[in-house]
């Protein structure tokens, strides 16, 4: 039997429901984490309650749990799917209440939910690199909080798949942002260029994880927004995830980058990424660079 939480407590999965009026379902007024699990134990799993609670408070919805509670409630829920590799997803709604835009003015109880799913590392495709299609970012301007509301990235995620793309990569005019669901990176003359992380992106946990990388192996970087022209001329791109981690990108809106290969940068921070895995979660059955 699958389980699940719903409202902080365990469950069958298929019994999981939510109520037709939790502002979750009809606003997307909550917030959400994926949290990535190897060998059945959490990765980087600090950071991503840090990011949770931070992306509560800036919608005002106060964390019904402690983190010690919520962390024995993840750790419970993997252990009882049995749960090897793949990713814990978490949500938390301001709750069910009569539908009206404003905060309910009667006391409403945000709605935790978190199931898990079985899901491999993209082995192949960190070997082989991907394919990504350019598009517009139109999402609003606080892209840093981690929101339900995904419209916009599932229209810019539905071009690339229909383009037979991994992912979209948003710009802002000619302002590279971010993927559709991914931070991505561009390098040149061995410097490793990003967006800052401010409320036009999501911070990701898979980018501070690099970008500390970046500085332990003495790699320059430059947080810094950087334009298409730029990214159509780079050595080398990739893009970071939680379930993408160090992602090689050999192609963009159908021009090549360099030489259609995976760089030399992206490999030496894909082999650092595996090592921060092992060290926090254990040996992996197999690595990218195998
Ligand atoms: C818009 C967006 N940017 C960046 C990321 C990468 O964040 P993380 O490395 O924490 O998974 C995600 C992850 O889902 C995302 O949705």
Redesign the pocket.
Known sequence: MAYAIVNGKLMDRSEAKVDIEDRGYQFGDGVYE?IRVYNGKLF?LK??LA?FEKSLASIRINLPFSTQELTEMIKQLIEKNNLHTGIIYMQITRGASPRNHAFPSEVVSPCLTAYTKEMPRPLAKLKSGVNTILAEDIRWLR?DI?SLN?LA?ILAKQKAGENNCYEAIQHRGQDVT??????IFMVKNGVVITHPSNEL?????????ILQHCRNLSIPVEERVFSLKELTAADEVFL?????EVMPVIEISGSTVSDGQPGTVTRKLQQAFEQEIVSQCGNLIESTLA
Request: proline letters at 0%; charged letters at 25%.
């Open positions: 994926v980087t950071e991503h990011r892209c981690k995904l990235n971010e993927g559709s669901s991914s931070n992106i999501l911070k990701g946990i898979t980018k501070d994880v970071s995830s939680t379930t993408s």
